[in-house]
Nanobody, 120 residues
């Protein structure tokens, strides 16, 4: 059974940093690309970032480029999202997603989400 469990969310002041983690189990972690998606209160889903299965290719939404860094550790079966220079508009539930291996790529499995609140 595929499981994705996020952690690391919380309350942080504007300008602060957080590091989200997503522990994956139930499959071969290095086979799939991974994404982060977020949902702000009262708003729709917003794609944040994606990383390839090998970790060598990454893409970011313009809203987080230069502030967020996605990475993965296949030895730990864990996906990360380092978030720096956080803004109130980054407040959202952040979801870890396993991408499909077939084309076109799709969101196959979702974690339960972790809340990030940026406020003074």
């Amino acid at each position: 059974e595929v499981q994705l469990v996020e952690s690391g969310g919380g309350l942080v002041q504007p300008g602060g940093s957080l590091r989200l983690s997503c522990a994956a189990s139930g499959y071969v972690f290095s086979n799939n690309g991974m994404s982060w998606v977020r949902q702000a209160p009262g708003k729709g889903l917003e794609w944040v970032s994606v990383i390839s299965s090998g970790g060598d290719v990454t893409y970011y939404a313009d809203s987080v480029k230069g502030r967020f860094t996605i990475s993965r550790d296949s030895a730990q079966n864990t996906l990360f999202l380092q978030m720096n220079s956080l803004k109130p508009e980054d407040t959202a539930v952040y979801y870890c997603i396993r991408m499909s291996t077939s084309w076109p790529r799709s969101f196959e499995y979702w974690g339960q989400g972790t809340q990030v609140t940026v406020s003074s």
